[in-house]
């Protein structure tokens, strides 16, 4: 769409202000169709749903769009995007009942798309997927890395039974696996180090001051330096027209009011219930194990402690009563505090996100960044805490078997030698 | 052997893990053939760079002007290049021997005794830009030593970087002498490029360097509209209204259980038990801090119960649910939990990190690495527990196989699969029923 900025009468421009707004929302997207594609899908078009169809599944699949998973059929595109729906609490049924060739329902997409925009910064975030990265990265968090749990793989199926010894096995390969990348990252953070040290001065930006692994190979191989800019240039486009979609979005969602205004309304059926998002499932029903097992112990210290304290109790003076008032508030405010942990997102206490790595020699904080030192102390901290966990999940596992095995006679169990 | 169910599960979690691991090992192996073949000397590159701008220079003092070859130049590179592919047809499969660099000669320079060392820019880019007008074949390959060739002690230009740059810089009477022999292999100008020697003397192409400040403004100004979102509060209104009315079109409760709240109820629990472990560990000296303690117990207690009720609430809505939907969902093996929330904002441009040293630099990233190996054998020790423990309760004969199955469970839930008990019968007399 045009971005001449005339004087022009009121109604001229808020009849522009519109289309303007969407361009920039498909300009902002990623595959996203033209904006004549959002008109007719108002009114129910038909050629525009495979095209939205299309834009759903790009916009909610959670890795790239790599070849894999863009060469899946329409129908199959749909489906998908029906169940990543409904996984993740939408509300329409008209969605869900459209036919899955993908040919019909133009409007229930579009109430889709807007529904997905209207909860989150949906073209911010895409854009954070798919950023060019400049700098060497490393990630502080495992959020990127276990936030891209893929297109289900139907590859592994019908296995059968298998011995435990094979899950052995493949833990065996597990520690092995873990053990290669820990020495090749090892090799790759001494390069790293190097790079950064031999191209001290290069860069433009002070506050970088070397270059990094990308900017060099692009120094040395041109043709992908192009590739590199042309990226780059992409995605400036594309931030732009995030931009300029935030500023003229209210003039969307008036409109999308019109659209689902124009939606025959729907029967409620109240059984209906969406599913749980994927992460829910499995990992509840172990909470819920977990959780189980944590009551049972404090049930056990509660009822101990209780009872030694019920059987003392008499010894205390008329200041009891008083300092039991304090005691029972403080302790309420000491839990109180530490539900709100977990209730408040604290996800900013934690070193989060992946950190562009720089060499300097300075010691004083010139500007805002991280420094290695207080990253390694905080990383150390996590990993005593996860060790903690471990041996404890452990010492479980084997008072629970020592109990099995007790009752069964007649066997000896020589444990390992405690290392 | 393991039930089917439960088979299949355990594998599938395992693999899940021996992917992401793969995936990792994958993207480091190919940071780590970038970063080897960046400390490497450069090879030519295949295509010349069209920048004007000063790219990978060595010689900043060189005073470039472009000027294309005169016709005479033309036609004694002509020659050249032909006396150069007899001579490569002459010592074919010598010419790699590597190392003597040739320059071409300069019509009409009387020599100034031109060292292999002397400006080797001008001739460099003298060569370059023959090279270019005439597209060699064979040419580009190290020569052989001169003095093998009757007749012709050509100089020719090898290197890399700076054919790059041919069409840039010539000087055409650099003084530079016409035939020079170039000195055998072991004397010769070490001309490639290599990083640590040359590294600090590398700038950004301007266009690149245009683009990237440009997009980190671009993106600091994405994030303070995000973070400061009283910018557009009617947009925001504007957007909850819309939320809502979708949802009471639609006319079902939303009380779901999100991914957002499993993961708060899990730091929940883990914390919950952390305090536990501190409270039981403490030692009360007096009757005051045994009171604390038990009351700390039992609230602590109390909110277990809470989370427990919320999470046992929506495990009901959860089976009426998958009774009714039918359909294939993208669920797989249930994933370790997010420590950060998924859900939190997206990082919008990455913070720096400063290391000063390569130790140090190491430390961080084997620890992070453990961090994130030891995140996941949490996470399979209690999926093993889940799947194990419930199997060796209910299963009753005692024989080789029940045996079997509680030696490796004790392996892989208490030793992390390195370390075996032994089990041995205290009756000797009895025989062993075979399994």
Same mark, same amino acid.
């Given at each position: ?419 | ?286 009757? =005051? @801090? $045994?009171?604390?303690? !038990?009351?700390? %117990?039992?609230?602590?207690? &109390?909110?277990?119960? *809470?989370?427990? #009720? ?47 040293? =390569? @130790? $140090?630099?190491?430390? !961080?990233?084997? %620890?992070?690495?453990?961090? &994130?190996?030891?995140? *996941?054998?949490? #996470? ?56």
């Amino acid at each position: 769409m045009g971005r001449r900025r005339r004087r022009r009468p009121d109604p001229a421009d808020a009849a522009r202000a519109l289309p303007e707004a969407i361009a920039a929302l498909s300009r902002a997207l990623p595959a996203a169709p033209s904006p004549e594609t959002f008109r007719r899908a108002k009114f129910d078009r038909p050629e525009a749903a495979p095209a939205l169809w299309r834009l759903l599944f790009r916009v909610l699949s959670p890795l790239p769009a790599d070849g894999a998973s863009a060469s899946l059929a329409l129908e199959a595109q749909a489906r998908w995007v029906k169940s990543a729906l409904r996984s993740q609490g939408y509300p329409r049924q008209a969605l869900v009942q459209l036919p899955d060739e993908g040919f019909q329902g133009g409007r229930e997409l579009l109430l889709a798309l807007a529904w997905l925009l209207a909860r989150g910064p949906l073209p911010e975030r895409l854009l954070t997927q798919s950023r060019v990265r400049l700098g060497d990265e490393m990630p502080l968090c495992e959020c990127e890395a276990l936030a891209s749990p893929g297109l289900p793989a139907p590859s592994v199926e019908a296995e059968g039974c298998v011995d435990i010894r094979h899950l052995q096995w493949l833990m065996g390969k597990l520690r092995l696996r873990w053990r290669n990348l820990m020495a090749g990252q090892q090799e790759q953070c001494a390069l790293l180090g190097q790079i950064h040290a031999y191209t001290r001065g290069c860069h433009s930006d002070r506050s970088l001051g070397h270059l990094s692994v990308t900017e060099t190979e692009l120094l040395r191989d041109p043709k992908g330096g192009r590739q590199l800019l042309l990226q780059l240039e992409t995605e400036n486009a594309r931030l732009e027209a995030a931009l300029e979609w935030r500023r003229r979005e209210l003039v969307f969602w008036q409109w999308m009011d019109t659209v689902l205004d124009a939606c025959p309304p729907e029967a409620s059926l109240p059984t209906f219930l969406p599913r749980i998002p994927k992460l829910g499932a499995g990992a509840a029903g172990l909470l819920v194990r977990e959780l189980q097992a944590l009551q049972e112990e404090l049930r056990e210290a509660v009822e101990a402690r209780r009872a030694a304290w019920q059987a003392a109790v008499g010894g205390h003076g008329p200041e009891w009563r008083a300092a039991r008032r304090a005691l029972q508030t403080a302790v309420a405010q000491d839990l109180a505090a530490l539900q709100r942990a977990w209730e408040q997102d604290e996800g900013r206490s934690r070193p989060h996100g992946p950190c562009r790595l720089v060499r300097t020699e300075a010691r004083v904080p010139g500007g805002p960044g991280l420094w290695a030192a207080g990253v390694t102390e905080a990383l150390r901290a996590r990993e005593a805490c996860l060790e903690a966990v471990l041996s404890q999940l452990q010492s479980q596992c084997r008072q629970e078997l020592a109990r099995l095995a007790g009752a069964r006679p007649g066997l000896i169990w020589i444990l390992p030698p405690a290392h | 052997m393991l039930p089917a169910e439960c088979s299949r599960r355990l594998v599938a979690e395992l693999r899940d893990a021996l992917d992401s691991c793969a995936e990792r090992q994958r993207q480091l192996e190919q940071s780590l053939r970038v970063s080897r073949r960046l400390l490497r000397a450069w090879e030519p590159a295949e295509t010349p760079a069209p920048e004007p701008t000063p790219g990978p220079e060595i010689n900043e003092e060189t005073p470039s002007s472009a000027c294309p070859p005169s016709p005479q130049d033309l036609k004694e590179l002509e020659l050249l290049t032909q006396a150069l592919e007899k001579a490569v047809r002459v010592r074919k499969g010598l010419s790699k021997a590597g190392g003597v660099k040739a320059r071409s000669p300069k019509s009409g320079s009387a020599s100034s005794a031109t060292r292999a060392s002397a400006p080797p820019s001008t001739s460099r880019c003298a060569g370059s830009c023959a090279l270019e007008a005439k597209p060699p074949r064979g040419v580009r390959h190290p020569w052989v030593p001169a003095k093998d060739l009757p007749g012709h002690r050509l100089l020719l230009v090898g290197d890399g970087p700076h054919m790059g740059q041919g069409a840039r810089a010539n000087k055409p009477e650099a003084g530079l002498g016409d035939q020079q022999i170039v000195p055998k292999a072991a004397s010769q100008v070490p001309e490639a490029f290599t990083l640590k020697d040359k590294g600090a003397l590398l700038r950004l192409p301007e266009a690149f360097r245009k683009a990237a400040s440009r997009n980190a403004r671009l993106w600091a100004q994405l994030s303070s509209m995000q973070t400061g979102d009283s910018v557009d509060t009617a947009a925001a209104t504007a957007k909850t209204q819309f939320l809502q009315k979708m949802q009471t079109a639609a006319g079902q409760p939303s009380s779901m259980l999100s991914a957002a709240e499993v993961r708060r109820l899990q730091k929940a629990c883990s914390l919950l038990r952390l305090r536990m472990r501190e409270e039981l560990m403490a030692d009360p000296k007096d009757w =005051t @801090q $045994e009171y604390r303690s !038990l009351l700390t %117990l039992e609230g602590l207690q &109390a909110l277990v119960g *809470q989370c427990l #009720h919320r999470l046992q609430e929506q495990q009901e809505l959860r089976s009426v649910v998958v009774e009714q939907l039918q359909g294939p969902c993208p669920e797989g093996p249930p994933r370790a939990a997010l420590p950060c929330g998924g859900d939190a904002d997206p990082v919008w441009s990455p913070q720096l990190l400063l290391y000063s040293s =390569t @130790q $140090e630099l190491q430390t !961080l990233a084997a %620890l992070r690495l453990r961090v &994130a190996m030891l995140d *996941q054998q949490v #996470h399979l020790e209690k999926v093993l527990m889940a799947e194990l423990l419930p199997l060796l309760s209910e299963q009753e004969p005692l024989g080789h196989p029940w045996l079997a199955l509680c030696r490796a469970a004790h392996c892989l839930l208490c030793e992390r699969g390195q370390r075996f008990l032994t089990v041995l019968r205290d009756e000797p007399a009895d025989r062993l029923s075979p399994p």
